[in-house]
């Protein structure tokens, strides 16, 4: 029982700690993984490589591409609501009006970034 929770555990701060490393450790596993021949861990490992990457030498870069994923995120929603909304007959004027402020406070940032 001890054993599985110790195991639980470090799972769990792996996972966690996996997401806050940077490039260079991301490697450093990939590449003590593959010594190890432990496939699964190193999987899971590399595909961590060019979002870890692009975050330490691409960091305006990687801001502004999450900063518009969370924009393409919200957009797209609102429009998938609309299309639901219309299509059961609801009231839509409030989705509406929530979908206009979002494409105009999108706009207003898009122009900001290319500017």
Do not use: P, W
Request: aromatic content about 10%; charged content about 30%.
């Amino acid at each position: 029982m001890l054993k599985n929770l110790f195991l639980i555990y470090s799972i769990l701060l792996f996972c966690n700690k996996s997401e806050a490393q940077n490039f260079s450790s991301i490697v450093d596993s990939c590449y003590h993984y593959l010594n190890k021949q432990d496939t699964s861990l190193f999987n899971k490992t590399y595909i961590g490589l060019l979002d870890a990457y692009e975050k330490e030498y691409n960091a305006e870069l990687y801001s502004i591409e999450k900063e518009l994923k969370e924009m393409r995120i919200k957009d797209q929603s609102i429009r998938l609501l609309l299309i639901d909304a219309r299509k059961k007959k609801q009231n839509v004027d409030k989705i509406k009006k929530t979908m206009n402020d979002i494409d105009h406070k999108n706009s207003v940032r898009v122009t900001e970034i290319i500017d």
